[in-house]
């Protein structure tokens, strides 16, 4: 019993430092990091020279996900900047004035589109105050946006969760799509449900005018868009790959939605409008003209849509850009203890390089450019990069902690066997918890990914289940725990001024996030059966 709980410290300690003690996340996962260290070392007695390669290990993570975060910032500043996000969130408002269609294309769909692209909190906090502007209260336009950065996460940052989540395992390029397959084939069976659970949500918490019969007229729309967007999901998963998944299902899903709003498909007659706050009036800052067309506006999405088909489907340039890798093989000699790097086929690249040609089309002023560049830099260089370290240093000694001395198998080996013991049978039912735990501690749908795969992928060998299931449903427990990362949630509140709330925010997305891991955990289990 002593050995699980200093192995499953990872869980325990971000959870009483984050959510009891309230820390802020870097000090709470920089204590949660500095213990697990400490234990590493003297109870599961790791070798020096594996934790220094550890730590090692960690820093040039931290760099390929920086990398990331950097061309995602970079890319959401200069739309901003632009007035690109404005203006395509303008042609929504136009669209449609009901509110429970404004909800789902907002904070679902088109946050969906900006999690393809950028990932790591970014969708919530720019759908939230377009959400606010539309009308809606400000706790509803964080709660709302919170809810709809949750499918998308799956496939999240061109992949990220599974690219760089899933690099400790060293799976082949076969059984990471499999995975990738297996979760779009479950999220059918429970992110089909996430825009009816959002609709749930503004017309009974945020309504003064709750009315069942405004419900149920709605539910037709909501299970169409769900099953257009999963549907899309495993399409695209299955022929293309995961990298595509999360930037072409919302587009083909929004597509959809503007047909049926035009043709009437599956619309109520009467606009619903019961979610507006009081003193909302007609001086929205969406309205007004910014200068810039649809086209200019969604130009660095439709680059980066085809800067990723260059790289991931025409096989030449997919070798050249592969072939810069500035990685670390056995890093200070322990075998096993790697990092790559594919710093041209990375996200990150991508989404720099879509910028700059963005900026080249759209004639637009360097002062921007470069106004965007200093903000992206700013951001990684404050609390975000030293949190992100500090989390990744003590992942990769959970990781590695298989090289001791103690004769006692690794951290996530030890905790799948006493999982097994009691859940072994039904594993399937809470392997989305755990998923959806490592992104409430961390923050990160990625993070929790890189720390808890390699228990659920222990716990699917000792317990004979399928790893590439058990696997796919961590996935989707990590993109559901977006919901209630407790960074994401401090984050957004902070950008609209609801500094504590928090807790609030928690209560109002604690159930779609129950939801959302029991719909998927309910299928895992149909799933092995079969």
Same mark, same amino acid.
């Given at each position: 019993?002593?050995?699980?709980?200093?192995?499953?410290?990872?869980?325990?300690?971000?959870?009483?430092?984050?959510?009891?003690?309230?820390?802020?996340?870097?000090?709470?996962?920089?204590?949660?990091?500095?213990?697990?260290?400490?234990?590493?070392?003297?109870?599961?007695?790791?070798?020096?020279?594996?934790?220094?390669?550890?730590?090692?290990?960690?820093?040039?993570?931290?760099?390929?996900?920086?990398?990331?975060?950097?061309?995602?910032?970079?890319?959401?500043?200069?739309?901003?900047?632009?007035?690109?996000?404005?203006?395509?969130?303008?042609?929504?408002?136009?669209?449609?004035?009901?509110?429970?269609?404004?909800?789902?294309?907002?904070?679902?769909?088109?946050?969906?589109?900006?999690?393809?692209?950028?990932?790591?909190?970014?969708?919530?906090?720019?759908?939230?105050?377009?959400?606010?502007?539309?009308?809606?209260?400000?706790?509803?336009?964080?709660?709302?946006?919170?809810?709809?950065?949750?499918?998308?996460?799956?496939?999240?940052?061109?992949?990220?969760?599974?690219?760089?989540?899933?690099?400790?395992l060293g799976l082949s390029a076969n059984l990471t799509h499999d995975i990738g397959i297996k979760a779009a084939m479950v999220d059918i069976f429970a992110g089909t449900f996430i825009p009816l659970v959002i609709i749930t949500i503004t017309i009974f918490v945020f309504s003064s005018h709750k009315s069942i019969k405004r419900f149920l007229e709605i539910i037709p729309w909501a299970l169409l868009i769900g099953l257009i967007y999963t549907l899309s999901e495993l399409l695209i998963a299955s022929v293309l790959g995961g990298d595509f998944v999360s930037i072409i299902s919302p587009i083909i899903t929004i597509l959809v939605a503007v047909i049926t709003i035009k043709f009437k498909i599956f619309i109520p007659k009467k606009a619903w409008r019961g979610a507006a706050r009081e003193e909302f009036g007609e001086d929205r800052d969406l309205t007004q003209d910014n200068g810039i067309s649809?086209?200019?506006?969604?130009?660095?999405? &439709?680059? *980066? $849509?085809?800067?990723?088909?260059?790289?991931? +489907? @025409?096989?030449?340039?997919? =070798?050249?850009?592969? %072939?810069?890798?500035?990685?670390?093989?056995?890093?200070?000699?322990?075998?096993?203890?790697?990092?790559?790097?594919?710093?041209?086929?990375?996200?990150?690249?991508?989404?720099?390089?879509?910028?700059? &040609?963005? *900026? $080249?089309?759209?004639?637009?002023?360097?002062? +921007? @450019?470069?106004?965007?560049? =200093?903000?992206?830099? %700013?951001?990684?260089?404050?609390?975000?990069?030293?949190?992100?370290?500090?989390?990744?240093?003590?992942?990769?000694?959970?990781?590695?902690?298989?090289?001791?001395?103690?004769?006692?198998?690794?951290?996530?080996?030890? $905790?799948?066997?006493?999982?097994?013991?009691?859940?072994?049978?039904?594993?399937?039912?809470?392997?989305?918890?755990?998923?959806?735990?490592?992104?409430?501690?961390?923050?990160?749908?990625?993070?929790?990914?890189?720390?808890?795969?390699?228990?659920?992928?222990?716990?699917?060998?000792?317990?004979?289940?399928?790893?590439?299931? $058990?696997?796919?449903?961590?996935?989707?427990?990590?993109?559901?725990?977006?919901?209630?990362?407790?960074?994401?949630?401090?984050?957004?509140?902070?950008?609209?001024?609801?500094?504590?709330?928090?807790?609030?925010?928690?209560?109002?997305?604690?159930?779609?996030?129950?939801?959302?891991?029991?719909?998927?955990?309910?299928?895992?289990?149909?799933?092995?059966?079969?």
């Amino acid at each position: 019993m002593f050995n699980l709980t200093i192995a499953s410290l990872i869980i325990i300690l971000p959870l009483i430092t984050l959510t009891i003690l309230n820390m802020p996340a870097i000090k709470g996962m920089s204590i949660s990091s500095l213990i697990v260290l400490l234990t590493g070392i003297f109870i599961w007695k790791i070798a020096p020279i594996v934790i220094v390669a550890s730590v090692i290990q960690a820093f040039h993570k931290t760099l390929t996900v920086l990398w990331i975060l950097f061309g995602a910032l970079f890319l959401m500043n200069f739309m901003n900047k632009t007035g690109s996000i404005n203006k395509i969130t303008q042609s929504f408002s136009f669209l449609t004035s009901d509110m429970r269609l404004q909800a789902v294309i907002i904070a679902w769909l088109f946050g969906g589109l900006i999690e393809g692209v950028a990932g790591f909190g970014t969708p919530a906090i720019v759908t939230a105050p377009l959400l606010i502007a539309l009308g809606f209260s400000s706790i509803a336009g964080v709660t709302l946006a919170l809810i709809g950065d949750s499918t998308a996460v799956i496939f999240g940052a061109v992949n990220t969760p599974m690219n760089v989540g899933l690099s400790n395992l060293g799976l082949s390029a076969n059984l990471t799509h499999d995975i990738g397959i297996k979760a779009a084939m479950v999220d059918i069976f429970a992110g089909t449900f996430i825009p009816l659970v959002i609709i749930t949500i503004t017309i009974f918490v945020f309504s003064s005018h709750k009315s069942i019969k405004r419900f149920l007229e709605i539910i037709p729309w909501a299970l169409l868009i769900g099953l257009i967007y999963t549907l899309s999901e495993l399409l695209i998963a299955s022929v293309l790959g995961g990298d595509f998944v999360s930037i072409i299902s919302p587009i083909i899903t929004i597509l959809v939605a503007v047909i049926t709003i035009k043709f009437k498909i599956f619309i109520p007659k009467k606009a619903w409008r019961g979610a507006a706050r009081e003193e909302f009036g007609e001086d929205r800052d969406l309205t007004q003209d910014n200068g810039i067309s649809f086209f200019q506006a969604v130009i660095p999405y &439709i680059l *980066v $849509i085809g800067i990723l088909f260059v790289t991931r +489907i @025409v096989p030449i340039v997919k =070798k050249a850009v592969q %072939s810069v890798n500035p990685g670390l093989k056995n890093i200070l000699g322990v075998n096993g203890i790697d990092s790559s790097w594919e710093i041209l086929y990375s996200p990150g690249f991508i989404l720099t390089f879509a910028t700059i &040609i963005a *900026v $080249i089309i759209q004639k637009q002023k360097k002062e +921007i @450019v470069l106004d965007s560049a =200093k903000y992206a830099i %700013s951001q990684i260089m404050s609390s975000t990069g030293i949190t992100l370290l500090v989390t990744l240093i003590m992942v990769q000694i959970f990781s590695n902690s298989q090289l001791n001395s103690s004769n006692l198998v690794g951290m996530p080996k030890y $905790i799948a066997n006493s999982m097994v013991n009691v859940f072994g049978n039904i594993w399937q039912l809470f392997a989305p918890l755990l998923g959806g735990i490592g992104s409430l501690v961390t923050g990160s749908g990625t993070v929790s990914v890189l720390t808890f795969a390699p228990v659920q992928y222990n716990v699917a060998q000792t317990s004979g289940s399928d790893p590439s299931l $058990i696997l796919a449903l961590q996935l989707i427990g990590a993109a559901a725990g977006n919901m209630v990362a407790i960074h994401n949630i401090v984050a957004v509140s902070s950008v609209i001024g609801l500094k504590g709330k928090e807790g609030k925010i928690l209560k109002n997305t604690l159930l779609s996030f129950l939801v959302y891991i029991s719909l998927a955990g309910i299928t895992g289990i149909i799933f092995s059966k079969l």
